[in-house]
Nanobody, 124 residues
Framework: QVQLVESGGGLVQAGGSLRLSCVAS????????MAWFRQAPGKEREFVAA????????FYADSVKGRFTISRDNAKNTVYLQMSTLKPEDTAVYYC?????????????????WGQGTQVTVSS
């Protein structure tokens, strides 16, 4: 069982930056591929970024490529999402997800555990 807790969301102006964090419980964090998804009001949940259990193979949605960076610190059981040059269309609830030994997957059905989400609001 893995529990995920996101933090770091908030209100930011367009062009600004935020760093999201997701802390995982459990001793096997290093064996989980991790990802960030987001869901805007009235829209379906969509993939944002993923990183393999080994820390390699970062994978991004086209909409965030070049602006967002996913990373992980296995010693701290934490995965990060550094978001830069934020746009109003990035406004959403951002969710952290964990999947056993995944390599950069963008498919939500491959992830076993989900956090409660953190709100990111980008004003124009």
């Amino acid at each position: 069982q893995v529990q995920l807790v996101e933090s770091g969301g908030g209100l930011v102006q367009a062009g600004g930056s935020l760093r999201l964090s997701c802390v995982a419980s459990g001793r096997t964090f290093s064996r989980y591929g991790m990802a960030w998804f987001r869901q805007a009001p009235g829209k379906e949940r969509e993939f944002v970024a993923a990183i393999s259990w080994s820390g390699g193979s970062p994978f991004y949605a086209d909409s965030v490529k070049g602006r967002f960076t996913i990373s992980r610190d296995n010693a701290k059981n934490t995965v990060y999402l550094q978001m830069s040059t934020l746009k109003p269309e990035d406004t959403a609830v951002y969710y952290c997800a964990a999947g056993w030994q995944l390599y950069g997957s963008g498919r939500s059905d491959e992830y076993d555990y989900w956090g409660q989400g953190t709100q990111v609001t980008v004003s124009s």
